[in-house]
């Protein structure tokens, strides 16, 4: 099976070198890294440079590597030279044998079989946790729970294997994943369970496998409610250490479903477009138009506002090149954009006044839910009606486009800001509560009016066309804002952006923010009590203490 061949030198110093050599003994190769064993032990040495396979273990020339050992990875032949070199208890003559066969073998034996069982395993993301036929975690599990009928706090998963897992003839499922032997491994009696990181410390609780599936279950009654938790499945008990992809759970209590919705608030995208008020000559031949300026309008995406009359020329909401003619309702509108901005649907039921106190359910609700859970004593008015024109009109009363919630002000910064997932999981009692409302990351929302513009007919007569007020959020604004100072452009940051008068081009240019092109026109960031006086000023927002930075409300963000 091996040639052999013995160098007496080089056996007396093995003998000589046997007491001193049992240090460099670990654990079998367990880590996955190259174990360079007890040099005296073995069959005979080769008697000349090893070309096919050799195992330092004991000096051998082989034709393959015997059971018990692995062929070394580049890595793991490396970390075995360098621990070669750095043992000094070998000797030159020893070290320089080892070291020779090493580099003049095709393959290397290394001792064990090496870490066999993948962490490729990936928790799919509609995992859910039911207690009876509630929903106990949020992502959105009210459907599948209310087919469950759990006696106990229960966490419901399943998992997508990967190939090196997948494809091994000893696994292919979850439960062989967690509790069969792999052949020739060196991992034996393998068990696995949830572990749970809360940022501080981890606590675990066992988990239930379907025999030859890849679904699992697990009680979670002892994990804390309210928490954010980083969860894995990990194999703990043979030593393997092998887990599963981290997924987030976030527990809550059981909520009453019979009469409200639950989870976070119903999102609705709201869309912008444009009109173009002209000016111009109106006559039998033909209409000519010497310049326009746009207006802009905001609408939520599942209700388009009505088509602009017949008869007005000078007042255009459609793209008059693609659909000439009068406008119609199966136009698109002019310079779409559909998702310019989100807010919260006003069809959830949460934001109704069914008890008629003047204010959406939903304020209630929190302000019971913050006494109810923290003792904690607030009166609140966090969301409002958003209404706004959604064309041009005499109306008095303008449509709804959804809800906003009041942006927040730091104490100790005197900074407006929106709340996002550092907040949910910070220390306030009341993100606490907005966690498992929202759950969303947010921000601010900020109304800019345009500088003046003044058209003029073919006659010379001049007209100052009506003010056009803007919607922009916040993570758009930032890409492209800046304040003016003797003369010079700077983008403004958290502390300017209070304390300075903000302005940016529209159309929005981000690549080039700073630099004025021929279509752009100036926009001034104003608070909705500063707008203009022509301006419309029945915008439904409430008075409230403002944010420096002007923003009137905070939003679902959109990226």
């Known amino acids: 099976m091996f040639k ?27 880590s996955g890294r190259a174990s360079i064993k007890d040099f005296t032990l073995g069959g005979e040495t080769a008697t000349g440079p090893c070309t096919a396979f050799y195992r330092p273990n004991d000096q051998t020339c082989l034709d393959a590597c015997p059971t018990g050992t692995r062929e070394g990875t580049v890595q793991e032949v490396s970390d075995a030279v360098d621990q070669v070199n750095g043992d000094d208890s070998l000797g030159d003559v020893l070290k320089a044998s080892i070291l020779a066969d090493i580099d003049s073998a095709a393959r290397v034996c290394l001792e064990g079989s090496g870490v066999l069982r993948p962490s490729d395993i990936t928790v799919n993301k509609d995992f859910c946790a039911c207690e009876g036929n509630k929903a106990i975690i949020l992502n959105n599990c009210d459907a599948f729970c209310a087919g469950q009928n759990d006696e106990s706090p229960t966490l419901h998963g399943s998992v997508k294997l990967g190939e090196n897992s997948l494809f091994n003839s000893d696994l292919g499922n979850l439960d062989n994943w967690c509790n069969k032997e792999i052949t020739n491994s060196d991992f034996k009696s393998p068990a696995c369970r949830l572990e749970y990181f809360d940022g501080a410390g981890t606590v675990t609780t066992p988990i239930t496998v379907n025999a030859g599936s890849n679904v699992f279950t697990a009680n979670i009654a002892s994990i804390p409610k309210k928490t954010p938790l980083v969860v894995r499945v990990v194999e703990f008990q043979s030593g393997s250490a092998a887990q599963s992809s981290a997924f987030q759970i976030y527990r809550i209590d059981p909520v009453d479903t019979s009469q409200v919705p639950t989870g976070p608030l119903k999102i609705m995208p709201a869309s912008q477009y444009t009109c173009l008020t002209r000016a ?135 900074r407006g800001f929106c709340p996002t997932q550092s907040d949910y999981n910070g220390n306030d009692n009341l993100f606490k509560v907005l966690k498992e409302l929202v759950g969303v990351d947010t921000e601010g929302i900020y109304l800019a009016v345009r500088e003046p513009v003044r058209l003029t007919d073919d006659t010379g007569t001049v007209v100052t066309a009506p003010d056009d007020i803007l919607i922009i959020r916040e993570n758009l604004l930032e890409k492209i804002w800046f304040y003016s100072e003797n003369n010079q452009l700077f983008i403004p940051d958290e502390i300017t952006s209070g304390s300075k008068t903000i302005h940016f081009y529209w159309p929005a240019d981000t690549d080039d923010p700073l630099v004025r092109k021929s279509t752009q026109k100036i926009y001034t960031v104003r608070a909705p009590e500063n707008l203009n006086a022509d301006s419309q000023s029945a915008t439904g927002i409430p008075t409230v203490i403002r944010p420096p930075d002007k923003r009137f409300g905070c939003v679902p963000a959109l990226d």
């Open 4 to 30: 052999g061949r013995r160098n007496v030198i080089l056996s007396l110093l093995l003998m000589s070198l046997l007491a001193s050599i049992s240090s460099c003994v670990d654990g079998g190769g367990k």
């Open 280 to 414: 111009g000559t109106q006559e039998p031949t033909g209409n000519i138009f010497d310049n326009a300026a746009r207006l802009h309008f905001y609408f939520p995406t599942n209700n388009d506002p009505p088509a602009q009359p017949p008869g007005n020329p000078f007042l255009i909401c459609h793209d008059t090149n693609l659909n000439p003619g009068d406008d119609s309702p199966l136009f698109p509108r002019l310079e779409l954009v559909p998702q310019h901005f989100s807010v919260w649907d006003i069809s959830d039921l949460r934001f109704a006044d069914q008890d008629g106190d003047g204010s959406s359910d939903v304020n209630k609700s929190i302000q019971d839910k913050l006494l109810n859970d923290f003792n904690d004593t607030r009166e609140i008015n966090l969301f409002n009606i958003f209404q706004w024109p959604n064309r041009p009109s005499s109306d008095t009363t303008p449509p709804t486009v959804g809800m906003f919630m009041q942006p927040f002000i730091n104490g100790l910064t005197g």
